[in-house]
């Protein structure tokens, strides 16, 4: 691709992003709804207008990583802590409930393999791709509709990191046992290394900060720092922990949570999120789409994975949470947010392809689920809320 082209492409998403955003926004459904279809409109599966190049991937990455930036920002310390081992919990079965549904699936399409035989080890992975959660999409959704910071909103944050942390966990195991030469145990060392690094070093990083905050209030050197450290402790946590960078930015907004300056910094960041590279980010979930590959019976596959894997997250999760106490509404809530896949289920699914547990074909299945999820999660949460307000104000 020629060095101008990328600037033709960006003019094309941007454009078409926000048309279909306000499109979406006048028919009552959150903007990212939007930004996704028309990702797919102008991508190879209609139009073929934009593609899906290096450049477009690695903005959309760094879009993913400001807006988990954000959410850290966002986040209230207290309520974290305070719902963190609910959190933890929800966030277990909603790995083991998607992992056995999805390996289930498999053998029913394709047979029972016996432990140890190549079928076994990829049913096992699709169940392993379903595991992944991507929290982006729902909390663009919840910002929009200003639940962020609720015990509901929290609680999905947290389960949804912690969900990818065990899902990596599951995937490097997986990996692990068909190929002897990687160490799975190697992956939980690591884990528990980044987190006690995250919070040694942030707590000297935020007490520099509260420094600069103090002699610098309110100034632009204080987000440029910020985004700084989001992008190095992003960059460490892929680098030399194998974390995804996603967990490095959220637990950068976490450090930087409780300056005075937060919500100014989040403005300052959130102007560049909201201009170009959220659009992208949510715009490359439809140009990744084709339908090149298909067939009756990977259709088929296709269909059941998608409804198995979005089930699987609403039971699971949805369950552990009325377990938890919260009422059937909220568990609802929780288990719907948990739906979403994004970028860690792409990665999960690559990884699988560069071992051999996985074919090119089955990136259909994970592309449709990703757009499914990512179309109905901010749809169903904002009926779900809708209705909550309706029958509050029917009450009073």
């Known amino acids: 691709m020629e060095a101008y082209e990328v600037l033709r492409d960006l003019a094309i998403i941007l454009f078409f992003a926000k048309v279909f955003g306000i499109l979406a926004r006048k028919c009552k459904a959150p903007q990212v709804v939007g930004q996704i279809i028309a990702g797919l409109i102008i991508g190879p599966c209609v139009l073929g207008w934009v593609g899906q190049s290096d450049f477009i991937t690695q903005m959309a990455e760094i879009g993913v990583i400001i807006l988990m930036f954000a959410v850290g920002l ?4 207290k309520e974290l802590i305070k719902t963190g081992p609910v959190a933890f919990l929800i966030a277990c079965v909603g790995v083991f409930v998607p992992l056995l549904f999805g390996t289930l699936l498999y053998m029913a399409f394709y047979g029972a393999a016996p432990w ?4 076994f080890y990829k049913a096992v992975f699709i169940g392993t791709i379903m595991t992944a959660t991507s929290v982006s999409i729902t909390v663009a959704s919840l910002q929009e509709l200003g639940k962020i910071k609720s ?3 929290t609680t999905i ?5 912690i969900d990818d942390v065990i899902g990596i966990i599951v995937l490097t195991f997986v990996i692990g046992f068909k190929n002897p030469t990687s160490n799975p145990g190697m992956v939980i060392v690591k884990t528990i290394a980044f987190f006690a690094v995250a919070i040694i070093g942030g707590f000297l990083i935020f007490k520099i900060f509260l420094e600069l905050d103090s002699r610098y209030p309110h100034t632009r050197r204080i987000p440029i720092v910020s985004l700084a450290f989001c992008f190095a402790l992003s960059y460490v946590a892929e680098k ?6 996603i967990t490095g930015a959220y637990v950068a907004g976490i450090v930087l949570c409780n300056l005075s300056d937060n919500e100014y910094i989040e403005r300052k960041i959130d102007v560049s999120s909201y201009m170009i590279f959220g659009p992208i980010f949510f715009a490359s979930i439809g140009l990744k789409t084709s339908f090149d590959s298909m067939n009756g019976k990977l259709f088929a596959f296709c269909i059941c994975f998608v409804i198995t894997a979005l089930l699987a997250k609403i039971i699971g999760c949805g369950s552990v949470s009325k377990l938890c106490r919260f009422n059937w509404s909220d568990s609802l809530k929780i288990g719907v947010g948990m739906m979403t896949r994004g970028e860690v289920a792409l990665i999960v699914a690559q990884k699988g392809l560069a071992a051999g547990l996985l074919t090119a074909d089955y ?3 994970v592309i449709l689920l990703i757009l499914v999820s990512s179309i109905a999660t901010p749809i169903v949460l904002k009926l779900l809320y809708s209705k ?4 509050a104000g029917a009450q009073s």
């Open 74 to 77: 966002e986040t209230d310390l």
């Open 157 to 161: 944050v947290s389960a949804a990191i």
């Open 116 to 119: 140890g035989s190549e079928n």
């Open 388 to 391: 909550d307000l309706n029958t």
């Open 240 to 245: 030399y922990f194998g974390i995804a960078d």
């Open 363 to 365: 990136f259909t299945a």
């Open 151 to 153: 015990k509901v909103g």
